[in-house]
């Protein structure tokens, strides 16, 4: 469902952050993605949407194909209408209360009846367990309860795969488990999704598959079993013995 | 009349004149303050997205606007490029200043609404276009509701601006509020009584301007 050829990334001449990328994803797995700091794990996410466009690369999302050399507006516009993202520091709409955040997409971009976006968000913030903070607005929400209400954000437009940045390293680790469970509830339900994440537990519980990316490339890519238990690659043992330690 | 230094009896009758002029300076606050906002919208919405040539020339107008003073630049226009023009020759001195004055503001307020469009940060707009909005939805329903809020109390202080500025237009030989008081006090000698009623109307003028918005400001800053 997800298919990406050859993506390169350069932000300029020397540095070449995503090198010669290829990968198939298939409806209702869920992947995790782990690896060192600064490896372009966020590029690679933010390059399946185009917040960040590639230099190189052809990227299909269900039945919209986009080629980087020459993509329009209205082709991302299309790619972006498969995906959603949940962002390491949430970008609520500081102007709009929870609901109105989830209902933003579901008018604006679906172009569904102010009644039905609004059942549809309270649906979805019954699911996050946000339903009683409806009406609060962002500023007067905890860090775990705005990233939730992110999460039904992303799943309001009922997106063919979620790509999940780092969701929780800007909580306090008291509001990390309250997000994650979330997350887990998500994929439980059977959605697509792909998670940057340090939650390296986690990932092990959550995913059908792990991807290792070092330096730019995808260095190991299995069941969470080989490569978080069993890692092979030793660049991949040496960053998990780190991330044993502390 | 007394010879004292300052005479109440001709205060009291000067200032009623004095007064009867705020219509004047209303009207060329009020039409400055909107062709301002206006130019300041569209010179702050060019260099938010960066147009090309036209923000390397709106830079350029922009300091330049804000490096020399009104004064020059109202007879600039009036007396100089009336020699060029005829539209100008023919226009009225009220229309000459509002037009200055618009120009001037228009350059200080373009740079009060683009840092507040700037306030907004990236990430909410990033978080738009993942969700398919395009570029006008997210103005509209994200970044202009926010920076509304950061930008009304610079563009409050810039009005604020503009109300003074309009006492530069007697220069022009416009009545207004300074006009009018400025050929009575050439008439009677009376500076004294005659400046502090011009004083005094701008003070209250501005004071109940000041009232009200920082009521709207109290408002628009309890809504989230
Ligand atoms: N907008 C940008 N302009 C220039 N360089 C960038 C930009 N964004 C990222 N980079 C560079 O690209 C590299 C990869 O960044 P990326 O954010 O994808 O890493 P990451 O794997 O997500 O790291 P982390 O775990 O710290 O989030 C880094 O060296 C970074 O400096
Ligand atoms: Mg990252």
């Known amino acids: ?246 | 009349m007394s010879n004292n230094i300052f005479s109440v009896s001709y205060f009291l009758e000067i200032f009623p004149k004095v007064v009867g002029k705020l219509d004047v300076t209303l009207y060329l606050t009020l039409i400055a303050m909107i062709c301002a906002l206006i130019l300041g919208t569209i010179l702050a919405i060019i260099a938010f997205y960066r147009v090309p040539v036209l923000y390397q020339i709106s830079r350029v107008y922009i300091a330049f606007m804000r490096g020399t003073p009104a004064a020059p630049q109202l007879f600039f226009f009036y007396y100089g490029l009336a020699l060029i023009s005829t539209t100008i020759t023919n226009m009225s001195a009220t229309t000459a200043v509002a037009i200055i004055i618009s120009l001037n503001m228009g350059a200080f307020m373009s740079e009060s609404i683009r840092a507040a469009l700037m306030s907004v940060d990236v990430g909410q707009r990033e978080a738009a276009a993942s969700l398919g909005m395009n570029g006008l939805q997210t103005v509209i329903r994200v970044i202009l509701p926010q920076a509304i809020r950061v930008a009304l109390p610079p563009l409050f202080n810039d009005i604020i601006n503009i109300i003074k500025m309009t006492s530069l237009a007697f220069m022009l030989g416009v009545k207004d509020i300074m006009g009018v008081g400025r050929s009575e006090a050439a008439l009677s000698l009376r500076y004294f009584e005659t400046y502090a009623a011009i004083m005094i109307v701008y003070f209250v003028v501005i004071m109940i301007f000041s009232f009200f918005s920082k009521k709207l400001e109290k408002i628009c800053n309890e809504a989230y």
Do not use: W
Request: hydrophobic share 40%; net charge neutral; glycine share 6%.
């Open chain 1, 1 to 246: 469902m997800i298919q990406v050829d050859h993506l390169y990334k350069k932000f300029d001449e020397n540095t070449e952050v995503l090198k010669d990328i290829n990968l198939h994803i298939s409806k209702n797995e869920v992947v995790s993605i782990l690896g060192p700091s600064g490896t372009g794990k966020s590029t690679l996410l933010r390059c399946l949407n185009y917040l960040c466009v590639p230099t190189k690369g052809v990227i299909r999302i269900g039945d919209t194909t986009v080629d980087a050399e020459h993509h329009k507006k209205s082709d991302v516009r299309a790619l972006r209408r498969h995906s959603s993202m949940v962002f390491q520091n949430y970008n609520l709409f500081k102007n709009m209360t929870a609901l109105q955040n989830v209902m933003e997409a579901l008018i604006q971009v679906q172009k569904k009846s102010k009644k039905e976006a609004e059942e549809r968000a309270i649906e979805l913030l019954e699911k996050v367990g946000m339903a009683d903070r409806k009406d609060f607005y962002p500023s007067k929400l905890s860090g775990g309860q705005q990233q939730r209400v992110g999460i039904a954000r992303a799943l309001a437009v009922s997106p063919d795969v979620i790509l999940f940045d780092e969701p929780t390293s800007a909580l306090d680790p008291e509001l990390v488990g309250e997000v994650l469970n979330t997350i887990q509830k998500i994929a439980e339900d059977g959605a697509t999704m792909i998670l940057v994440t340090h939650e390296i537990r986690f990932a092990r519980e959550v995913s059908s598959r792990v991807l290792f990316m070092d330096e730019g490339r995808i260095a190991a890519d299995g069941k969470p079993e080989d490569i978080i238990s069993h890692p092979q690659n030793p660049r991949l043992q040496q960053f998990l013995k780190y991330f044993a330690q502390t």
